[in-house]
Every structure is written in C-alpha cells, then in structure tokens.
C-alpha cells in the first residue's frame, strides 16, 4: 500500500490505538485527577500522533526522525502513567498489561520506522 497521508503509516495507526485506550481509561479516572494525572495521560497520548503527523509533513528525514524520537519519548511518558495509574489502583493490573502489549507494538514500529528513514536518508532503500 502507498503511503500518501500520515494517516497510512502503521505506526500512525497503532498510535491511535495507544491514545483511544488512554482516552478510555481516562473517561473512568476520578474527577480530582481531571487536571493531574488525567490531563497529563491526554497529553501525552495526544502527542504521539500529533508528532508522528508533523514529522511525515516536514518531507526532510532528518525533521521526521526528530519528530519520531519525540513522540518515542511521549509513548514512553504515557507509560509511565499508565503505571502511576496502577500504582494508585486507578486501574487495575490487566488494563497495565493489556497497555503494555499496545506500547510494545506501537515502540516496535516507531524504531522501524526511524529505522527505515535513517536507512533513506542515507541512500539505501
């Protein structure tokens, strides 16, 4: 399949993934961590996607790459709290599970596709 949008990238698509199972969680968070944990897991679960698309409308490899490296540190962050929120018994450890499964595979195409435009960006296709 030809890619012609940022929205035909796997690793797009299963960074959405990565955000609507945050945004679920987050709909069942309680209403004192609204601007805490809450925003902070919708932010950074936003990011990812929201780097990935900036990076693939700079057409420069060196720009995506950055942007790529970024949003690798966003899926890493909403790990993170992920885990703050099974620490806190927000929720419980099979959503973690479930969460670590999405962030494994969504970290595994991110470093292919930064991968792959460092192979481009050098001359090798």
Known sequence: MKVVSFEDLEVWKKAREVRLFVWKICKRLPAEEKFGLMSQMKRSSRS??????EGYGRYFYQENIQFCRI???SLQETLDHMIISSDEGLIDPEELKAFRLLHDECLRLLNGYIFYLNKVKNGAS
């Open 71 to 73: 949003a690798r540190g």
């Open 48 to 53: 990812i996607t929201n780097n990935l698309a």
